[in-house]
Nanobody, 123 residues
Framework: QVHLVESGGGSVQPGGSLRLSCAASGFTEAIGWFRQAPGKEREGVSCISMSEDSSRYATSVRGRFTISRDNAKNTVYLQMNNLQPADTGVYYC???????????????????WGQGTQVTVSS
């Protein structure tokens, strides 16, 4: 079973940047990033295939966030630029998708989850 370790969260002012990392132990077809704000449901942010040139973004982050991978380290990164207060939440990475449509960024399509890292955007 894949084990995930996230890092890189923190507090920034609006317009700032953060880079999240998700280190995976073991094979996974893809890794996704999700976030959950207080009182809201968990939502998909971005995902990437670990073997193909394939990635997806939620509309709310497209053009501001960039997902990338380092296969040698089995690690996925989420570069987040121009952060806004609406981006505040706990960010989770997830792996081991069981559904063929994992690119739809549905949390239920991923089986293994990291512990989460807090991102706070506030002035």
């Amino acid at each position: 079973q894949v084990h995930l370790v996230e890092s890189g969260g923190g507090s920034v002012q609006p317009g700032g940047s953060l880079r999240l990392s998700c280190a995976a132990s073991g094979f996974t077809e893809a890794i996704g990033w999700f976030r959950q704000a207080p009182g809201k449901e968990r939502e998909g942010v971005s995902c990437i295939s670990m073997s193909e040139d394939s990635s997806r973004y939620a509309t709310s982050v497209r053009g501001r966030f960039t997902i990338s991978r380092d296969n040698a380290k089995n690690t996925v990164y989420l570069q987040m630029n121009n952060l806004q207060p609406a981006d505040t939440g706990v960010y989770y990475c997830a792996a081991d998708p069981w559904h063929a449509d994992w690119r739809l960024l549905a949390p239920a399509y991923f089986q293994t989850w990291g512990q989460g890292t807090q991102v706070t955007v506030s002035s």
